[in-house]
Nanobody, 125 residues
Framework: QVQVVESGGGLVQAGGSLRLSCAAS????????MGWFRQAPGKDREFVAS???????PYYADSVKGRFTISRDNGKTVSLQMNSLKPEDTAVYYC???????????????????WGQGTQVTVSS
């Protein structure tokens, strides 16, 4: 059974930092893209960042570029370092694994296969 589990969310003041972690288990994920999406209340789930196998091809949404860094520690673990956080970054953050992703520019939620339960990130002003 595939499991994707996020950790590391919380409450932080604007300008602060948080680090999210994600671990996937249940099958071999080393060759798949892994990524992060987020969803704020009343809004669609949106792409944040993704990374290919062996820590290659990191790709970011324009809204987080230069502030967030995605990294992959091994085939099944991915982290998202979030710096200079803004109130508009407040959302539930989801980790995901995509077996059908062939390029980093594939950023639609429907193109990803496995999802975690989400972790809340709240940035106060």
């Amino acid at each position: 059974q595939v499991q994707v589990v996020e950790s590391g969310g919380g409450l932080v003041q604007a300008g602060g930092s948080l680090r999210l972690s994600c671990a996937a288990s249940g099958r071999t994920f080393s060759s798949y893209y892994m990524g992060w999406f987020r969803q704020a209340p009343g809004k669609d789930r949106e792409f944040v960042a993704s990374i290919g196998r062996s820590d290659t091809f990191p790709y970011y949404a324009d809204s987080v570029k230069g502030r967030f860094t995605i990294s992959r520690d091994n085939g099944k673990t991915v982290s998202l370092q979030m710096n200079s956080l803004k109130p508009e970054d407040t959302a539930v953050y989801y980790c995901t694994v995509g077996s059908r992703i062939t390029t980093a520019t594939m950023t639609s939620p429907g193109e990803y296969d496995y999802w975690g339960q989400g972790t809340q990130v709240t940035v106060s002003s």
